[in-house]
Structure formats: structure tokens, C-alpha cells
């Protein structure tokens, strides 16, 4: 599954981005079979977009700390009034007059997850070399985050370095931490430099 990062200023310049290349972003077939969008929302907090490809579009669910909010299906329609038809079932234990704000966060997220698809099949370039986001993480799960960094998006993999060296540069990269969750970037430093000197 990839676990995908994305903060609200990286959310806004993807949408932006997205709508450069509206047809290849719709149009991108899905780059894993399973996702998983996370985007702190300063109005709702945490919540997980999960995300399935199937052989008609793609399976959602949209949970919060409490359980699923709702669930439901993505097809595309290129043909229809808008480019995805979402069929969305709103979980009963969610009150009736918070419905029509479950669904537009399903809606946000399911353009989030389109636009982050299309972003790591086509737009993860640095000076003109691809960034491939291919790197596995411990166990089946590789965590990506989308970040604005210089007024570009990169869509980065966290992962670990090793170095036969023992002396090395490490670039500047993101940690993510399992037991708090919280995803920091790290800046460029050079490793074991005082153990050599």
C-alpha cells in the first residue's frame, strides 16, 4: 500500500499543477492497487482516504479516529457532465446534518488522490532527472509525502540510508515517525564526519 503525506499548501500547488495537465491527471492509471491519503486539514484534523483500484474505477472509504465516515465508488465518466461519477454511502453512526460535509471531504480527497496518482506517474522531475518513488519501506507499505519546497512539489520516499563508509553526505530528506506520526524534514548534514576527524 502507499501511504501518501500531503500538507495543505502541497495540496493547493497539486490541484494547481493538476490542472496543467487536466487530461493526463485524469486519465493516469493507478500507479499501486492500494493507497492510503493523508492530509491534516486544520478544520477536521487527521482523517485516512483508503483508496482500491478495481477493474470499473476505484473502491474508497473515509475513516477519522472514531471509525469509517463513509464509503463508496469512483467511476470515470469522460462522457458525463463532470469527469468522475462518485457514488458515496455516508455510515449511519454519522449525524444526518454533517452528510453533505462527509461527502465534499470525499470529494476533496478522492481530486487528492487522482491529482497525487498522476503526480508520481508524471511529475516527480528534479533539474531535469526523474525521482522515482520505487523504494520499499519495512514491511509492504512505502510512505510518501508531498511537499512544496522552492516554489516546486516533490513527491518524496521516505526510507533509510546506509553507507559502507561510514562517512557520507546525507541529503536533505523526510522522517517519518512510527510511534507519533508526525513526518519532519531533515536537512543535508554529513554523517559519521566527526568519528573520521
Keep these: 500500500m502507499y501511504k ?42 487527521e482523517l485516512e482516504f483508503y483508496v482500491s483500484a478495481t ?7 473515509l475513516k477519522n479516529f472514531n471509525g469509517q465516515l463513509c464509503k463508496g465508488i469512483s467511476i470515470r465518466t469522460p462522457d458525463g457532465e463532470h469527469d468522475n461519477q462518485l457514488r458515496i454511502s455516508v ?7 454533517k ?3 462527509i461527502c465534499q471531504l470525499a470529494q476533496i480527497y478522492m481530486t487528492a488522490f487522482l491529482h497525487a496518482n498522476a503526480f508520481l506517474m508524471y511529475g516527480n522531475v528534479i533539474d531535469d532527472k526523474d525521482v522515482v518513488a520505487a523504494g520499499r519501506n519495512s514491511g509492504f507499505d512505502k510512505i510518501i509525502v508531498f511537499r512544496k519546497f522552492k516554489e516546486r512539489l516533490y513527491a518524496v520516499p521516505v526510507g ?38
Design 99 to 101: 452528510h453533505s460535509i
Design 55 to 61: 477493474s470499473y474505477g476505484y473502491k474508497f472509504s
Design 160 to 197: 533509510h540510508h546506509r553507507s559502507p563508509e561510514g562517512v557520507f553526505e546525507v541529503r536533505g530528506h523526510f522522517r517519518y515517525y512510527k510511534n507519533s506520526g508526525k513526518v519532519v524534514w531533515i536537512d543535508s548534514y554529513l554523517k559519521g564526519k566527526e568519528d573520521k576527524e
Design 4 to 45: 501518501i503525506y500531503i500538507d495543505e499548501k502541497s495540496y493547493n500547488y497539486l490541484r494547481e499543477w493538476a490542472e496543467s495537465i487536466k487530461r493526463y491527471a485524469l486519465d493516469c492509471p493507478p500507479v499501486a492497487r492500494k493507497f492510503q491519503i493523508i492530509i491534516n486539514d486544520s478544520n477536521y484534523g
Design 91 to 97: 455510515d449511519s453512526r454519522v449525524p444526518k446534518d
